[in-house]
């Protein structure tokens, strides 16, 4: 059986996605706000601001959701908010501490679940919700949120080098619901282990196994690593054989998939096998799905073959800070 990909086509489908179509908008806001990050010395375009504060960082963050998942599902849209926001502040190697909501809505039952997802999700994160805003909308209801959290040493969007190895780590059960392009993978975990899950992440960087990392956003595996390259000022290659989706699941949907938990990492080769091997004791699955290098363009390969995805020196995906 042919198993070879057709690598052109397959990047035509993830440039055109609406995933990407979404990410690159945010390239005039990040030259708009690089005066301020000169003036501070806090660099912007991570998953959280890393402010120094004693002998280590407090972590600054927010995320909105999407309206169509607001409008046809509040309470998963809270739930959402909640998870991308914890999921921000581990991957830069931080513990999440307290939220704060701002919520539009046209009426009290959109309110309502909305505020019961986010509850619902902070009961099982155990990070409390300590407050937020409501705004009375003509029509759609909209849902952000922002969180605090701290790190005594980050994983960092600006850190990865070339010749690191570029690791994903995920869950192997879960449900793909195809619809919203959604890896929900926590829901078969109890609650005490999906945060010792996430866990790992902040005890890799204190152990310096990890220095450079992101989540598995709405960017899905593909614009996560372009974000991730473009951020560090790398070129990144993705093996496409190394990808390997659930069943059922097609390859350019897996690659543009939000995952409920996961994470991708750059490890330097020498300490490749204790990184993976410290997620894979805890029934998590680690693999190595490409690597970085000098070269400032994103590649798919398979075997001998490869073909651009995206050229840095050409387009910014996000817009790399300075």
């Not at 690598?7 to 690159?24: A, C, H, Q, W």
């Not at 309502?112 to 029509?139: F, K, S, W």
């Amino acid at each position: 059986m042919d198993t070879r990909v057709n690598l052109p086509k397959l990047i035509g489908t993830l440039r055109d996605s609406e995933v990407f179509r979404n990410k690159t908008p945010i390239g005039p806001m990040t030259e708009t706000f690089a005066a301020l990050a000169d003036s501070f010395g806090i660099r912007n375009g991570d998953d959280a601001a890393a402010i120094p504060d004693g002998d280590g960082y407090l972590l600054l963050a927010a995320e909105g959701i999407t309206a169509s998942i607001v409008r046809h599902n509040p309470y998963l849209a809270g739930k959402c908010a909640v998870l991308a926001n914890v999921n921000d502040i581990y991957a830069m190697g931080g513990h999440p501490l307290a939220m704060v909501d701002v919520i539009g809505t046209p009426d009290d039952e959109s309110a309502r679940e909305i505020c019961r997802g986010m509850r619902d999700n902070a009961a099982r994160y155990q990070v409390p919700v300590v407050g937020g805003h409501v705004l009375r909308t003509e029509r759609d209801a909209s849902v952000a949120l922002a969180i605090l959290g701290r790190a005594k040493k980050c994983i960092t969007s600006f850190d990865a080098l070339p010749g690191e190895r570029l690791v994903l780590v995920t869950r192997g059960n879960g449900n793909w619901l195809g619809d919203m392009g959604f890896w929900n993978c926590t829901l078969p975990e109890d609650d005490a282990t999906l945060v010792s899950h996430l866990e790992l992440l902040p005890l890799s960087a204190e152990r310096e196994l990890v220095r450079a990392g992101k989540d598995v956003s709405m960017a899905g595996i593909a614009g996560t690593a372009l974000m991730l390259a473009e951020s560090s000022r790398v070129g990144v290659s993705l093996d496409v054989d190394a990808i390997v989706p659930p069943t059922g699941v097609a390859l350019a949907p897996w690659l543009l998939a939000f995952m409920s938990y996961g994470f991708l990492l750059a490890v330097t080769p020498g300490r490749l096998a204790e990184v993976l091997d410290l997620f894979a004791s805890q029934g998590l699955r680690a693999a190595t799905v490409g690597e970085f290098h000098e070269e400032r363009r994103a590649w798919l390969r398979q075997g001998g073959r490869r073909a651009v995805l995206w050229d840095f020196s050409e387009k910014p995906f996000v817009g790399a800070p300075a």
